[in-house]
């Protein structure tokens, strides 16, 4: 059976946590169009107590984007909205019929489309997180390592708006996909997303972008993670170091690609007093 770079929901909440949060669900809000169809976003909120601060999640295994009912998002973001945080669950063009090139510039243009309406939210358009798991933790670092401030002479709107994003928390991340878009790679043979032209994915690959002007990042890992192996976080993170940007690495002993039980709730607890920490501070 072919693997699967996996979306893995781990951010866990006790039920009685999750009846204590009044939130409501803003459904397939429409971010974009490309051939014809629609790019959307589902908004979760807290109905009081917002902070002001959001946080995009990609929705992305494998760099397959699939369609999840809002509804079923509610544990993962529970523990961010009982923080205060409005909570974005990004859906991109997905693979087998996109490729990572593509998939870039929809979740690209959901950033740029949430700055641009921020205030609709109740939101500081400098206070954007994103974050994801596995694909979804690759995309959200290539936002984090090469952002732009807009074009502004494009004649959409959205287009002329900044994708930079003030913090990122990417779980079990791919850091450098040069050596999987080898057709004679595993990756390259399981996921369609890789195909594409070779001498492009250094630019794709968030560990030789890091650059000192790069959002705080915390990465979170298992040690036996062999689907993607942790040394791709190790990597990154000695890149953000040496450009002295916060950066934080969690390594869960014992854990492999997705996190259950305590490791979930101790990654779910450090992603959200990353995000208290960057998206918050004054």
């Known amino acids: 059976m ?3 770079l996996g979306l893995i929901m781990v951010l866990a909440a006790p039920a009685a946590a999750r009846a204590a949060q009044p939130f409501e669900i803003v459904p397939d809000v429409v971010y974009g169009h490309k051939d014809g169809m629609a790019l959307t976003f589902d908004v979760l909120r807290p109905k009081q107590g917002s902070n002001g601060a ?11 984007s699939p369609y999840v009912p809002p509804e079923k998002f509610v544990v993962v973001a529970t523990p961010l909205l009982n923080a205060g945080f409005t909570v974005f669950f990004v859906r991109h063009g997905s693979s087998p019929r996109y490729v990572i090139p593509e998939i870039v510039e929809d979740v690209r243009r959901a950033v740029r489309f949430v700055r641009l309406h921020a205030k609709q939210y109740d939101l500081d358009p400098d206070r954007l997180g994103v974050m994801g798991q596995s694909a979804g933790g690759h995309l959200s670092l290539v ?13 959409d709107e959205t287009l002329r708006a900044s994708d930079r994003v003030a913090a990122v928390v990417a779980y079990f991340p791919p850091t450098d996909v040069r050596p ?6 595993k990756y390259y043979q399981n996921y369609p997303a890789l ?25 979170v890992t298992g040690d036996k993670d062999t689907l993607v192996p942790m040394e791709h ?5 000695v890149q953000f170091q040496e450009k002295h940007v916060p950066c934080d690495l969690m390594i869960i ?22 995000f208290k920490k960057y998206l918050l501070q004054q």
């Open 2 to 4: 072919r693997f699967l």
């Open 54 to 64: 959001a946080v995009l999640y990609m929705v992305s295994g494998g760099w397959v």
């Open 143 to 155: 936002l984090g390592t090469t952002a732009d401030a807009g074009n502004p002479k494009a004649k």
């Open 180 to 185: 999987w878009v080898d057709p004679s790679s």
């Open 195 to 219: 195909r594409f032209d070779a001498a492009k994915a250094g630019d794709y690959s968030p560990r030789l972008h890091v650059t000192a002007d790069d959002p705080p990042t915390l990465l």
């Open 233 to 237: 976080s190790e990597k990154i993170r």
């Open 253 to 274: 002993p014992g854990a492999g690609h997705g996190f259950q039980g305590d490791d979930a709730k101790q990654a779910s607890d450090a992603t959200v007093a990353w």
